[in-house]
């Protein structure tokens, strides 16, 4: 309710540009079609750049509290996830998206997993049916990755991403999703522990890259 209240007393402001609505129009046409990633191991594709308006609407909502921007972002991610060349649904056409895990201190302060609400989001827009599979969480101990170099991202991760009963069958191909992605640390590390499960990652999907030497279209 007080929500509700702050809302109409000050209306939400674009946290890309500043402009009315929680965002606009012109903000959320940054994010493009699923672009490749230049990064090691599997396929990853990312909807912008991490710089300009996008950066500024997945910090605002990862780090700011804009827990309304879920449902626009979560929409990019959704209507992308047929692009992905890779992603593919399971023999009864269901497409699976498994959320990349935060650090339990980071989902206490951003009142739960974020990229968890972004891929609820994204399959409530998909137009085809999803399952989101919230396999996979982070151990005590793993440390904020920002500005951590890839080796340390490496072996930050290493041994600290554990898997939830909360799997895909076995044999099933998944989309990992992210906000996010940088060297293919987590992504790698994420991947490794599914397969143990049985459960393979066909691609990575991602709002953003901050990858060096990032973009580039595939043919066609």
Request: charged share 20%; net charge positive; glycine share 10%.
């Amino acid at each position: 309710m007080l929500t509700q209240l702050l809302d109409l007393v000050l209306p939400p402001r674009c946290a890309g540009c500043g402009g009315p609505g929680a965002c606009c129009p012109a903000c959320l046409a940054e994010f493009g079609a699923p672009t490749r990633a230049h990064l090691p191991g599997r396929p990853a594709y990312a909807l912008a750049d991490y710089r300009g308006a996008p950066r500024d609407l997945v910090l605002a909502f990862k780090e700011r509290g804009r827990r309304d921007l879920a449902t626009s972002l979560g929409a990019l991610l959704g209507r992308a996830l047929r692009s992905v060349p890779e992603a593919r649904p399971d023999a009864d056409g269901t497409w699976w998206l498994v959320p990349a895990p935060s650090r339990r201190s980071a989902s206490r302060s951003r009142g739960g997993p974020h990229v968890l609400r972004l891929a609820r989001a994204a399959a409530a827009s998909a137009g085809v049916p999803v399952a989101v599979a919230p396999a996979l969480v982070l151990t005590p101990g793993t440390r904020d990755s920002a500005g951590l170099s890839a080796a340390a991202r490496r072996a930050n991760l290493a041994g600290r991403v554990r898997l939830t009963g909360a799997l895909p069958p076995p044999g099933t191909g998944v989309v990992l999703l992210d906000d996010v992605v940088t060297t293919g640390a987590t992504a790698a590390e994420c991947a490794r522990v599914l397969r143990t499960a049985g459960v393979g990652v066909n691609a990575v999907l991602a709002l953003t890259s901050a990858a060096a030497h990032r973009w580039w279209s595939p043919p066609g």
